[in-house]
């Protein structure tokens, strides 16, 4: 193997023959795996917080991005109740899910400055803040234009878990278990997607009537938001002004690099200085052993501090409008990235199909041959969900074991794109879902045709999204936060785009034809995965100096 460069997303983490990496380099270490990226003696480090503090923190992650993924979905529920009550037509909700989707994306982008400037808490506050506006605005529905705004606030608070939610994750958990963890957010995110209708078609069923659909919604976000702003502790760390070792900027998963050094020259770095300090940062050893000493020294924040509705940067400059203004400009970047349109085209697809059978859900199996009710169609969610379950742990436990099993077949080194083979499957899977569904809805097919393709649209769901944002992680991983950014931009985009030509298609071309067309075109979708895992890794090679500059010119914001 030759690993003659650094890249981002190139790794090494076992040596030639497959064994666990000797380091004589002072690393810290878990077992025989020297830990990525390092934790600093900092007691305010999140990688040193002990194991029950980091789970709590991740289940609140993983509880918001769960509530925001059912309330953003719960609308349709209650379709059938506005239409008998209001005459709110069928189409206006996905008018309603085109603006929602415009909340999601386009606010995950505005505020995203805001997570670097003023800290992760403020975002998970303020988005539950619209969860509450939205669902009061849904309850108390009068008219068209009351049932598709209102979905404006529920989208801006579903937000927060488009991209602060993994950048919280990320500052807690170590590089070889991103992979695990990212499976558990998209696992919440299913339960939230699939879970949340199920639970509202039970209320619309119910003597309580469909408003209470959004009572509930605004009740539990507004016990969140308790729950969070005493509860949820704040993550942000600047772990560059904590670095205590020398080499570790230029760790390749233990290894101390070098640009150009080759496998050889990469060895004899653990532990020594060599001619190719030149490419080090302006940093010396004495800098260094006081930064350490700093860090042992730095008192450990008090719960009141930790808990802080915002937690000013060390570089913010008044109130940071400015900075702010400048960061979102700078955000912009992404979009160069093929990665992050990659990730964004695939997570996109899932919401656009989304709406497609969800939509034929609502418009056709309350009628003949069927005749369901809110109940039973709410019951439809269920193999959805066992899929994406079934998805989740395939791409994310299974996506881990197979990159490691793929480093060792490599010569020990890993590479990102190793990680995308797992998108073959789903790419056979969810298309073959969408035709289930979708002819077996035409033909009046019942029970098992249709539920086995929503248990395969599951699938695609849970692993296609999974596969593809832990990929973008692994490609960048200092620049999580934008690059989900990038993603939720795209993704919900494609899912605007697709919920306001959703009936339209439908009704000019039929369920069976439709459907048949999606199938195709998620096919084409998931089949990028071919020249991403052929040029992926030029790819990256010709965006390093610019992912470089990137992350210097984020850091580097002063005014």
């Not at 991103?178 to 957010?185: F, P």
Request: include cysteine; charged fraction near 15%.
């Amino acid at each position: 193997m030759d690993f003659d460069e650094t890249l981002p997303g190139t790794r090494r983490l076992y040596d030639t023959n497959g064994n666990p990496l000797q380091s004589d380099a002072g690393l810290k270490k878990h077992g025989d795996l020297v830990l990525v990226p390092q934790p600093t003696d900092s007691p305010n480090d999140p990688l040193q917080w002990s194991l029950p503090r980091k789970v709590w923190h991740s289940f609140l992650v993983c509880f918001i991005t769960g509530l925001t993924a059912a309330t953003s979905n719960d609308a349709g529920s209650s379709s059938y109740g506005a239409n008998l009550e209001l005459g709110i037509s069928y189409d206006s909700y996905n008018v309603g899910a085109g603006i929602l989707f415009i909340g999601i994306g386009y606010w995950c982008l505005l505020s995203s400055p805001a997570v670097y400037l003023y800290g992760r808490r403020i975002l998970y506050l303020v988005g539950l803040l619209f969860g509450v506006v939205g669902s009061i605005w849904f309850a108390r529905t009068q008219k068209v234009g009351d049932a598709e705004w209102n979905q404006l606030f529920v989208g801006a608070s579903e937000s927060v878990a488009e991209a602060t939610a993994q950048l919280s994750l990320m500052d807690l958990w170590f590089q070889h278990q991103r992979g695990s963890v990212l499976g558990i957010y998209i696992l919440a995110t299913s339960i939230g997607t699939f879970l949340g209708p199920l639970i509202a078609s039970y209320i619309a069923n119910s003597d309580l009537g469909w408003r209470w659909i959004a009572w509930f919604g605004a009740i539990i976000n507004g016990a969140t938001f308790i729950l969070f702003l005493f509860g949820l502790e704040e993550t942000t760390f600047r772990r560059d002004l904590h670095r205590t070792n020398p080499d570790e900027r230029y760790l390749v998963d233990g290894v101390p690099t070098t640009d150009g050094a080759d496998s050889e020259t990469r060895s004899s770095l653990v532990g020594d200085k060599t001619d190719n300090e030149k490419v080090e940062p302006k940093r010396n050893m004495s800098a260094s052993l006081e930064q350490q000493s700093a860090a042992k020294q730095e008192k450990r924040k008090t719960y009141w501090q930790q808990i802080a509705i915002i937690t000013p940067a060390a570089n913010l400059r008044g109130t940071g409008f400015k900075q702010y203004g400048r960061r979102l400009l700078h955000t912009l970047r992404v979009f160069t990235f093929p990665a992050v349109i990659y990730s964004g085209i695939q997570w996109g697809a899932q919401d656009a199909f989304l709406t497609f059978y969800l939509t034929v859900e609502q418009d056709n199996w309350y009628g003949p041959p069927w005749n369901y009710t809110d109940a039973a169609v709410g019951n439809m969610s269920i193999p959805s969900l066992i899929g994406a379950v079934i998805g989740c742990i395939y791409g994310g436990w299974g996506s881990d074991k197979f990159v490691l099993w793929m480093a060792k077949r490599n010569g020990g080194v890993t590479e990102a794109e190793h990680r995308l083979w797992l998108m073959f499957l789903a790419a056979a899977i969810f298309p073959t879902g969408m035709f289930l569904f979708g002819i077996g809805s035409n033909n009046g097919w019942s029970w098992p045709v249709p539920y086995v393709g929503l248990a395969f649209i599951g699938f695609g769901w849970g692993c296609a999204g999974d596969l593809s944002m832990a990929y973008l992680v692994d490609a960048y991983d200092d620049m999580v936060l934008e690059g989900m950014v990038g993603v939720a931009v795209i993704n919900n985009t494609l899912g605007c785009i697709f919920s306001f030509v959703a009936s339209k298609w439908l009704e000019a071309s039929g369920i069976k034809n439709t459907f048949i067309a999606l199938g195709v075109l998620s096919f084409g979708f998931m089949m990028l995965t071919v020249p991403m895992i052929i040029w992926g890794k030029k790819a990256r090679r010709w965006t390093r100096p610019r992912y470089q500059k990137f992350l210097e010119i984020r850091d580097g914001f002063e005014s």
